[in-house]
């Protein structure tokens, strides 16, 4: 069974910095790209970034370009996402998530909440 | 940055109606790339749809979805009380970033 654990999550103030973790379990970790993908309180979904399963490729979205870094551990199953300079509208639920075939995202991980405020 | 829209913003349907939900893109979207997530209350997203018309696993048939270019349709075809939930659609895999519509929330009428 895929199992992505995610980690970290909590209440920092604005200017700060937080390290994301998702274990992953059930698949063969280093032959998947992952994302991760953030949630607003009572918002829509937002794709935050994407690393290759060789970690050579990534992606960002603008918003969080030159502050977030995703990076993974294959030997570890782990995959990160170091957040620095975190703003008041970083606050959300954030989702490990897997890569299917580059056609979409196939298993979610239940996700750990970021609060940044003061 | 590819825009999508989804309409409408809210389905008010009884169970055992059909739905229909709409997303459109701001430019044109490669089929392959656009991708059908449900999501309930307190739970992470779940894939339905992939290549604008391929079920995910499990995804039962009442589910399906259409289109191509820049307008994508999803239909469930008999409402069961567990379909009501939010609905996004997302184009991924091309040239990032990835984008999600905003969602439409099917309700029980």
């Known amino acids: 069974e895929v199992q992505l654990v995610e980690s970290g999550g909590g209440l920092v103030q604005p200017g700060g910095s937080l390290r994301l973790s998702c274990e992953a379990s059930?698949?063969?970790?280093?032959?998947?790209?992952m994302n991760w993908v953030r949630q607003a309180p009572g918002k829509g979904l937002e794709w935050v970034s994407y690393?290759?399963?060789?970690?050579?490729?990534?992606y960002y979205a603008d918003s969080v370009k030159g502050r977030f870094t995703i990076s993974r551990d294959n030997a570890r199953n782990s995959l990160f996402l170091q957040m620095n300079s975190l703003r008041a509208e970083d606050t959300a639920v954030y989702y490990c998530?897997?890569?299917?075939?580059?056609?979409?995202?196939?298993?979610w991980g239940q996700g750990t909440l970021v609060t940044v405020s003061s | 940055e590819i825009v999508l829209t989804q309409s409408p913003g809210t389905l008010s349907l009884s169970p055992g109606e059909r739905a229909t939900l709409s997303c459109r893109a701001s430019?044109?979207?490669?089929?392959?790339?656009l991708a059908w997530y449900q999501q309930k209350p307190g739970q992470a997203p779940r894939l339905l749809m992939y290549g604008a018309s391929s079920r995910a696993t499990g995804i039962p048939d009442k589910f399906s979805g259409s289109g191509s270019g820049t307008d994508f349709t999803l239909t469930i075809s008999r409402l069961e009380p567990e379909d009501f939930a939010v609905y996004y659609c997302q184009q991924y895999g091309g040239s990032p970033p990835w984008t999600f519509g905003q969602g439409t929330k099917v309700e029980s009428k």
């Open positions: 059930g698949f063969t970790f280093s032959r998947d790209s």
């Open positions: 430019q044109s979207v490669s089929s392959s790339s």
């Open positions: 690393i290759s399963y060789t970690g050579l490729t990534i």
């Open positions: 998530a897997r890569d299917f075939y580059d056609f979409g995202i196939d298993y």
